[in-house]
């Protein structure tokens, strides 16, 4: 039995609480690979290259644009974000399925350019919640909270597009929400092509 590898593409305004949940799903679910973005943004505290994101230079992103090794990009916050398509092609390749952890740019961008996508987006319980979460994590000053959060807004009003809503307001049903998904979506029959 053979398989058209699936692209997870998860979507959350900045401090839903996305980027934990792909990586906890990521650690607990065979076959599925997690793809690291290349990012313009300086590495936050705890941040690692190559694990986090590869952090490169804007002129060294750019270039990438032009050469087109870049399946999407988008800027956010006066940043850049992008995501390698010799990497997605590579793991697609291999049968392997593919989470993004990308904004919802980029992930119009996959879902044309890959019809086995499927998306995801992921929901704070409340502003005020998103709010506290963003403080908390306290990498961000006063300034640019208000733009994450005013950001917030418009990405959960554009948000009906998505096949699937996971509201984060219990991280482990999160979890189990977003495994259940996956599980459901390797299941269906239209996914399950047998060899001749
Ligand atoms: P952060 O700076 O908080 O890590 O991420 C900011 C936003 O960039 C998040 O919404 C995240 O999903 C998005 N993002 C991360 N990597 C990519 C990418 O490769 N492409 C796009 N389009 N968005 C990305």
Redesign the pocket.
């Known amino acids: 039995m053979k398989k058209e590898p699936l692209l997870f593409i998860v979507?959350?305004?900045?401090g839903a609480g996305?980027?934990s949940l792909c990586r906890e799903v990521v650690t607990h679910v065979p076959g599925l690979h997690f793809?690291i973005?290349?990012?313009t943004?300086p590495p936050r505290q705890n941040e690692i290259n190559g694990v986090d994101?590869q952090f490169i230079s804007p002129g060294n992103f750019r270039r990438m644009i032009e050469e087109g090794q870049l399946v999407?990009?988008?800027e956010?916050?006066g940043?850049f974000?992008?995501?390698s398509k010799t990497s997605v092609e590579e793991y697609r390749s291999k049968g392997t399925d593919i989470v993004?952890?990308?904004?919802p740019?980029?992930?119009r961008s996959i879902t044309e350019e890959y019809s086995d996508s499927v998306t995801i987006f992921v929901l704070p319980p409340s502003y005020g919640e998103l709010k506290e979460r963003l403080i908390q994590r306290g990498t961000d000053d006063e300034s640019v909270i208000k733009k994450r959060l005013d950001r917030a807004r418009e990405e959960i009003e554009q948000s009906n597009w998505y096949q699937y809503r996971i509201v984060n307001d219990d991280f482990k049903s999160a979890v189990k929400q977003l495994k259940d998904i996956i599980a459901s979506e390797r299941l269906k029959r239209k996914r399950k092509i047998v060899s001749q």
């Open positions: 979507s959350a305004p900045s996305k980027t793809s973005s290349y990012t943004r994101y999407e990009w988008a956010i916050y940043n974000y992008g995501t993004f952890d990308i904004d740019v980029g992930a």
